[in-house]
């Protein structure tokens, strides 16, 4: 077998959007996120008044005590996570009370003795954490509470005053929580929509590279790098739809049925796509034909992206399988035929309100878990945050760190998961707070004027918000600017922007020591879960191939996926040297591409029973009902 890379393409985009999607997916098979979609102005917006009101009253006034409202404000904008109303109300309102009780007993506990916080933040932490775990969706509460507790704790206050430092949190953070739920209240369905979106960008990209191919070779005939890279972009963005869509259990079915169809439309239009990239691939049909079915993919998801948002436009749709059963009779591959009959389904399927959908009964049953299943996970990882802590302020004694609760602060937000990710945010978190605290300590440098920085800092809060689900490394840059520049309005200092950066990079290094000395989760060895993705994905095309239950086929699908990324991801931890570590091949590596064929070939074998099943139909004169196809991975 043949193992020689492929020469990249240069991607075929003419946006910036595009040229951003084709960074991420290469950011997102070595686990670092990049969402361009995700930005939200809106927000970014929202909370830029929510931080602002208090700022200006807190340098008006000079009561460096009202830093805390700032502060608070910007973390509760922070807690709003996407989800529907009732879920978001109640978290948010969560964080609220427990923020203000956390951020009274911290500061108290603190005062008690000398060394009072070194006990106070760990214990703190460890019951947020915990606590916390056993919530449905609240492992975002519980990290910022953790948050609240440990800054808290770097500010020793005797009783009254801890009361006032309380009581300008709960001030800030009942502000904001206003300003969210009832003044400026913005579509908590909005980010279905742009999930959706992103889902049907990363399919047009898929044909784009597709159509871009022509008579050439696809470079997915030889193993590369970043073998697969569209058909890991497509199931990745379809599970993170699939995710969010459990956060809006409950809602009115009118809420949440344009998002079903959706994943139901894409499902179907990515198992074509698979059937069509293994074409390409293995060079299935004519050129000439090929071309002509993926040109007929992207001008149906460039429609369907244009007039999804409104019923009027979408019935439309329904004219599109008219004029593919024209392009359908002049196919002479049967494939290819197919994969037009899956389109022509598919567009059906996003026109029909009423038609049941296989792909619900595998959707995630996460918000299904009680509090106890919660739970278990949730001591694990209250215990190394804890432990970070202890490591931090073992750190802060040893070296003298001037502002401790920076690091600790770091330790918190960046431990978070397994070694993968928390390895990947570390990397991410010492980038950001190296670039903001440069630019902070820059703009320092030029100005000391309160209502310039007070100017500066609006929009840095705009920014860090917006950002907040694009990218981590943008987000900590924007973050850091802003917390330097108000702490230096609030409470000036010497060296602020050179200690956070020096505390980011030891808190980060201590939340990896953490969670690599206490229960690290290495997962299994690489060759296990190349092996374990082989099998998946054996299993999967042995269901298509023996006629088994379309609601199977949708589980197996999805769990190949899945299985696929996880491996093809798994090889580049760390930067690869665990791939060196465990000495895997180039020739082992390389059999991930043996498994994308088998799911590639059990899409072919799928999209060529339709067009059987089509001609079987016509030929007895029956009218043929719309099939929900399902498909390779």
Known sequence: MRTRPAKARAPVMQSTAGWLRWAARRLELRAIGLAPEQFSLAEGARA????????LIAVGSGQSWMGWSVFAAFWTCLCDSPGSDRLRRRLLLSFVVFGTVISFVGAWAASLAPAAGLVAGPLLVFAVILLASSVAYGALLGTLLAVVAVVAVGFPRPLD????????????????????????RIDPAAPLRQNGDAVLARLTDMTSDLLAIGRGSHRDTHWHSEHAEHRRAVRLALERLHGLLGRYAGEPEAATEPTR??????????????????????????????????RAFG?????VRRVRHDPAKLFSVRRGPSRLAMLRARLS???????????EDALVLMADRGRRRPSEESAPQTDRLTWRDRLRPGLRQAARQ??????????ALAFDLGYPYWATMAVVVVLQGGVRSTWTRTIERVLGSLLGGSLALALLHVTDAKVLLSAVSVPLATAAISLRSVNYTAFVVFLTMLFIIVAEMLQPGTGIASARMLDNVIGSIAALLSVIVFWPELGPPLQARIERSHDANRAYHDAVLSDAP??????????AGMASIEAEIALHDFGGLLRWRQRLSTEQAAVLMDVRRLAGHAAVAWHQRLAASLRGAADRNDQR???????GE
């Open 333 to 343: 591959d049967p494939l290819l035929a197919g994969c037009v009959v899956a389109l």
């Open 48 to 55: 830029a008044v929510a931080v602002a009101v208090p700022l």
């Open 625 to 631: 009902e719309p099939i929900t196809a399902s498909p």
């Open 550 to 559: 379309i609601e199977t086929i949708h589980r197996l699908r999805r769990a």
């Open 386 to 395: 804890s432990a970070g802590v202890v490591a931090v302020y073992a750190a």
């Open 261 to 294: 169809r959706l994943l139901e439309f894409a499902e179907t239009v990515f198992s074509a796509l698979i059937a069509l990239d293994q074409a390409f691939i293995d060079g299935l049909g004519s050129a000439q034909e090929r071309a002509a079915v993926t």
């Open 299 to 303: 001008i149906a998801l460039r429609y």
């Open 161 to 184: 005053l801890a009361a006032v430092q309380a009581a300008a949190f709960l001030a800030g953070a009942g502000w904001a929580w206003l300003l969210i739920n009832w003044i400026w």
